[in-house]
Every structure is written in structure tokens, then in C-alpha cells.
């Protein structure tokens, strides 16, 4: 029952008395922006005074914007590699952060592909969990009823590795997953997980989604939302349950845990789970059996009310794999974070995945925005950089950090657009990571750009009822000239009814058909670029993609397909799935009247 008190927000009538706190305090937040913003900054830079870094620009104790900006210069990863890779070799003297360096975050595997070591201080805990603490407020402001019954959320640790002189380096949900914080979280009848704790912090990732799938099968009457980090996440867990309902049924009907499983608390709490179940085990075969997958999480969970994922930038690749499964479940994407600073949150959790906005909560560090030109060939200056109140709705914007753990005016790499505000608090839509290119000449094409080329191609797939379920791509410069390379799993729903080579070849024309005018110059006057060419791969390659990154060392939470690919080893395992090739069967259209 809402909450009609003094504390109601704006936002909406409040589930409980817990929540009508959180969202006040969004209110007061966002309300509060820029004073906000110069108290954090005041913070950040008072406590870090004395830090090798920023004595050595001599900002000597100063922490107003203006001389901040006009003496700290705006940095990338590499810029800072000497100090980091120091603190990773057991130098403990304040380097970049006052405060001892607990541990370092690692980036995702796949992000413009390296890794990145992030310090971080023990108290960004605190601020994560603050974050945390605001997404379920918002959501029981549009899903009521919540907690009535449970998540059946598919989250997953990686064994840690140590730094030479001894540090943790761990993606950021493992060093979550991994604390107190989540560990010995208070009751929340509105959070409440089907998985138990043990379940998601074994770390062998068979063990843990095989017994967080059981657990869900157990639990499927209570199951209210769907849920994992990324959407690709939870395409691999349907893809899982295709490949292992048998034992699971039999798991179900005995009451007894595939000796697969081995892991010693994994066990014993599964152990007080599982009892003998034939109905359920019935109900599982009976629709795993089916060829139709079509509505299969509706089908298995029939309570749920959406999914909650990432589906903003290139996981919104996975939309119509989604929609397959779920009979079209609302998705919604719930916060905006990364290794490097926990940024903020959606205020409407339930819209369409192309209107997601994160709304930045200024409490988490200092922001400042570089201006991006998404028609411009040239990089913005870094002198121009603007603050957090002062964006522009409808431009876009390179994301500029500064944090509590010692990161100043750091480049996250993040394209971002603004939408609007939320009181003085700017909305944003995540647009794409940057510099994630295809190039064969003075051609490049981005991600989002990719993704649009193969979301125009796979229209010609549609009467055929087939869909592109996962893709990456490849700049072939070892044929003359050089060409894309585009693989290309499908999901082929009637195999009465497949595409046929000469639909696919035109799938390749009407992806170069997408490309930017200087990609089809290069095909069209300057022979400088060969037909696009798609591979077809055999279903699951991606899932063994995915396995070869995990066993290098990625992160099963983070982990999200390399849109480009040209590590040799992944492309000799693409290589080897191929059953067909297709390639453009003519030019694109390109004449000089239409470039700028």
C-alpha cells in the first residue's frame, strides 16, 4: 500500500515509508545538482590534497571548478598507466587517493579491447550500495506488488587475481557480490532473490547458473521479474535451460543434484532446497520438449511482469531474441554504472529500451561533459569541457570523471546524449562506447553504426521468420582490396522457410547500403574497399565465444560480445563454425552530391 505522508515525492506515491526516504532523497539530490557537485568536488579534492598527483600540478590545497579546470588536464587511461601500474606493484604511498587503495575494479574484458586496472577506496562501497538502494523505490512506483513475490536474477562472481604487490583485481559486481554490503544485506521483501548467496558466489559458472536455474524451476510460482546485468546474460540462460531442462527435470523429480555439482556450499544449501517434485519435473519436460521456444519464460514463470537487463547501446542487439522468449515482456534498464564510478539511475524504469535516459546523481562524483560532434572528423578540444547543470538538451557529450578513489578528469569513453532534466539533474541516453571501429581505408564505421547496418539487413530476414541473435565483425585486410567482415548467428524459427544464399547476399548490399558515405566512396569510385561479406556461423558459436573470453579471464557479469574481433584465435574459433558465405552482389549507392 502506497505511503501518504509528508514524505510522498514527486516522483509518485511511495510502496512504503523506506521508499518515500529514497525517493526524497533523489528529490533533494537532483533538486540540489550543482551545489552538489562543487560540495563533492570541495571533498575529493580537501581529502587528496597531499597526493603525489595533484601536488605535482600544484593545485596546493585550491578546490574551486575554475582553477581545478584551468590546472588539472583531462586524462585517459594510458596517461595515468605509470601510477596505477605502481600502486599494482605495491607502491602504498598517496599516489592518486589518500586513502589506502583497497583493491582495483577491472574494466570489461571487451571494452576497446583491454582490460583496465580502476582503484578504489573502501568506502565506494558505500556509495554503490547508496545507488543500489534507490532502484527498487523507483521501480514499486510502476510494478506494484513486488513484494509479493521474488526475482529470478542470474548473477555470477569471477575468481579474483592479486596485482604483484598483492592488491585484489576483480570486476566490480564480484567485488559487490563478494562484501558484506550484499552478503549480509538486510531483509527487503521487496528485493527478495530466488538464487541463495552460495549459489551466486561459487565461482565455477556451470555450477552457478545450473543450480540458480534449479532454484528458479523450484521457485516458478513466486517468480515476479526476470534478470541479469546485461541482456546477453539472459539470452545465455534460456540458451542454458534449452540445453539442460532433461537433467533438471530429473534433478526436480528425484530430488537429488547432478553430481556435476561439487562445490561443498552450493551443495548443502541446495540440499535444504530440493525435495522430490514429479509434477514440476512433468511441467518442466512438457514445455522444454516443445520445438517452439516462442513465450518460453511466460510459459515456465507465468507471474513475471518484465525483465530487468541492459538493453541501451550493443545490447540492444538482444531485443528481438528477448521479445521471442518472453512474449514481448517489458524490459527495463534500471542504472547506469561502470568499473570506474557508479553514475545513476532511470527514473522510468518501464519505457521503451530506445527512451531509456539515466538521470546522473551528482552525490557520486564530479562530472564534466566534453562536447561531442557526432558529425565532426576532428576530436573536441579538452579546454571546453561542461558541467553537469550547464549540457544542452539533444547534444551529445563525452563523459568526464572525477572521484572519491582518485581518478581527475578522467575519459571514460562513454557517448552520451541529452534528453532532458530531472529537476537540475540532466537525463541522458547511453549512445555508444567510443572509438569501437571497422576500417579498411579512411572508411570507419562505429558500433552504433554497425548496429544500425545490420538492424536494416535483418529486415530482409523477416518473412522468412528468422532473426540475427548475436554478431560481430572483422576488417579483412588480407584480401585485395580489403573488405568487412560481418558473422552472423540466426535464429531460423520455420526450417521449412530458411533465407536463401541470394537473400543473404542482399542482406550484405543493404548493410553497405547503411554504411557512411565514405565507406561506399571507397566501394563505389576508389576501389578501395571489397564487397561486404557475411559468414553465417553454426548455432552456439557466440556461446563459445563467450566461453573462450571467460576462460582468458573476463568476466562472465560483464562480459558482452566484441562487436569487432581481430585477436587470431577468436577468429580461427569463427572461422571454424562457418556453414555459409555470402558476399554484396553489386555497389552501393554513393554519388559525390551527398558527401559532407
Known amino acids: 500500500m502506497a505511503v501518504d505522508s509528508v514524505l510522498s515525492s514527486p516522483l509518485g506515491p511511495p510502496a512504503c515509508e523506506k521508499d518515500a526516504k529514497a525517493l526524497q532523497f533523489i528529490e533533494e539530490m537532483t533538486r540540489n545538482a550543482d551545489a552538489v557537485q562543487q560540495r563533492v568536488l570541495d571533498e575529493i579534492l580537501t581529502r587528496n590534497s597531499q597526493t603525489e598527483y595533484l601536488k605535482r600540478f600544484k593545485l596546493d590545497g585550491v578546490t574551486d571548478r575554475e582553477t581545478f579546470k584551468s590546472i588539472i588536464p583531462v586524462v585517459t587511461y594510458e596517461d595515468l598507466q605509470p601510477e596505477i601500474q605502481r600502486i599494482a606493484n605495491g607502491d602504498r604511498s598517496p599516489i592518486l587517493s589518500a586513502h589506502p587503495i583497497s583493491e582495483f575494479l577491472t574494466s570489461s574484458g571487451t571494452s576497446a579491447g583491454e582490460r583496465k586496472l580502476m582503484p578504489t577506496i573502501k568506502e565506494e562501497l558505500d556509495r554503490r550500495q547508496l545507488l543500489y538502494s534507490l532502484l527498487m523505490p523507483v521501480m514499486n512506483l510502476y510494478v506494484p506488488g513486488l513484494d509479493k513475490g521474488k526475482g529470478l536474477y542470474f548473477l555470477f562472481i569471477k575468481s579474483e587475481t592479486k596485482t604483484p604487490g598483492g592488491l585484489l583485481a576483480r570486476p566490480v559486481l564480484t567485488s559487490y557480490y563478494k562484501s558484506e554490503h550484499f552478503k549480509s544485506r538486510p531483509h527487503d521483501p521487496y528485493n527478495v532473490y530466488t538464487s541463495p548467496n552460495e549459489t551466486i558466489l561459487c565461482s565455477d559458472s556451470f555450477q552457478s547458473m545450473y543450480t540458480q536455474m534449479l532454484c528458479g524451476l523450484y521457485e516458478r510460482e513466486q517468480v515476479l521479474r526476470l534478470g541479469a546485468v546485461f541482456a546477453s546474460g539472459l539470452v545465455r540462460a534460456i540458451r542454458f535451460l534449452q ?36 509434477e514440476l519435473a512433468d511441467f518442466v519436460a512438457n514445455e522444454c520438449c516443445k520445438e517452439n521456444w516462442e513465450g518460453i519464460i511466460t510459459r515456465i514463470w507465468p507471474k513475471t511482469k518484465y525483465l530487468d537487463v541492459i538493453v541501451t547501446g550493443a545490447m540492444a542487439q538482444y531485443i528481438p531474441t528477448l521479445d521471442y522468449y518472453s512474449g514481448g515482456l517489458p524490459k527495463a534498464c534500471t542504472m547506469y554504472a561502470a568499473s570506474e564510478c557508479y553514475f545513476g ?8 529500451p530506445s527512451e531509456v535516459s539515466y538521470t546522473i546523481m551528482p552525490n557520486m562524483g ?9 558529425t565532426s572528423t576532428t576530436t573536441s578540444s579538452a579546454t571546453n569541457l561542461v558541467d553537469l547543470v550547464d549540457v544542452e538538451v539533444g547534444k551529445e557529450y563525452e563523459l568526464v570523471i572525477t572521484t572519491y578513489a582518485g581518478l581527475y578528469r578522467y575519459r571514460v569513453g562513454d557517448i552520451l546524449r541529452v534528453t532532458g532534466f530531472h529537476n537540475s539533474a540532466p537525463q541522458f541516453h547511453f549512445v555508444r562506447r567510443k572509438n569501437v571501429l571497422l576500417s579498411i581505408d579512411s572508411d570507419k564505421t562505429d558500433e552504433a553504426e554497425l548496429q544500425r547496418a545490420v538492424e536494416n539487413a535483418s529486415k530482409l530476414l523477416r518473412e522468412f ?3 540475427v541473435v548475436e554478431y560481430t565483425s572483422y576488417a579483412d585486410t588480407k584480401t585485395i582490396p580489403g573488405h568487412y567482415v560481418i558473422y552472423w548467428e540466426l535464429l531460423m524459427k520455420d526450417l521449412n522457410n530458411s533465407p536463401s544464399d541470394e537473400v543473404l547476399n542482399q542482406c550484405c548490399l543493404a548493410m553497405e547500403e ?12 576508389c576501389n578501395s574497399i571489397g564487397p561486404l561479406e557475411i559468414r553465417v556461423v553454426k548455432n552456439g558459436t557466440f556461446e563459445e565465444l563467450m566461453d573462450y573470453a571467460i576462460s582468458r579471464g573476463a568476466s562472465i557479469n560483464q562480459y558482452k560480445v566484441p562487436r569487432c574481433v581481430n585477436f587470431a584465435p577468436i577468429l580461427e574459433l569463427l572461422d571454424s563454425r562457418v556453414m555459409s558465405r555470402h558476399f554484396s552482389p553489386s555497389l552501393p549507392q554513393w554519388t559525390p552530391e551527398r558527401r559532407r
Open 514 to 525: 547503411s554504411l557512411n558515405t565514405v565507406y561506399r566512396q571507397g566501394r563505389v569510385a
Open 243 to 278: 540445453l539442460h531442462w532433461e537433467q533438471l527435470a530429473h534433478d526436480i523429480r528425484t530430488g537429488t543434484l547432478n553430481t556435476l555439482i561439487t562445490n561443498p556450499s552450493v551443495c548443502e544449501r541446495m540440499g535444504k532446497i530440493m525435495k522430490p517434485n514429479p
Open 366 to 374: 564530479y562530472f564534466e561533459f566534453l562536447p561531442h560532434d557526432p
Open 345 to 352: 539511475l532511470n527514473l522510468n524504469p518501464m519505457c521503451k
Open 465 to 467: 521468420n528468422t532473426s
